[in-house]
């Protein structure tokens, strides 16, 4: 069964830092595309990071470029986003998925659960 699963999320203070894990289960990560997205209360689902299958290239929404990086390990199957200087801003539940392309906001199959990130003092 194809499957990702988001984890790692939580409450921190501004200035803090997260590191979100999304692990993938019935297909090998590194062949796809894959993002992290984000989708704040009231507000649309976002892209936030994408990192490219085969020679890996990364690519961040402006908002959060300097402050968030996104990269995979191959044996575990898995893709991390390293969340540094958190705003309030960055509050969201934060989701993986298998994109078309980093420059598509098109994913294959459907959203996961996704993690809750929550930044406030």
């Known amino acids: 069964q194809v499957q990702l699963v988001e984890s790692g999320g939580g409450l921190v203070q501004p200035g803090g830092s997260l590191r979100l894990s999304c692990a993938a289960s019935g297909f090998t990560l590194a062949n796809y595309n894959i993002g992290w997205f984000r989708q704040a209360p009231g507000k649309e689902r976002e892209g936030v990071s994408c990192i490219s299958n085969g020679e890996v290239n990364t690519y961040y929404a402006d908002s959060v470029k300097g402050r968030f990086t996104i990269s995979r390990d191959i044996a575990k199957n898995t893709v991390y986003l390293q969340m540094n200087s958190l705003k309030p801003e960055d509050t969201a539940v934060y989701y993986c998925?298998?994109?078309?392309?980093?420059?598509?906001?098109?994913?294959?199959?459907?959203w996961g659960q996704g993690t809750q990130v929550t930044v406030s003092s």
């Open positions: 998925a298998r994109r078309f392309s980093c420059s598509s906001s098109l994913i294959f199959g459907s």
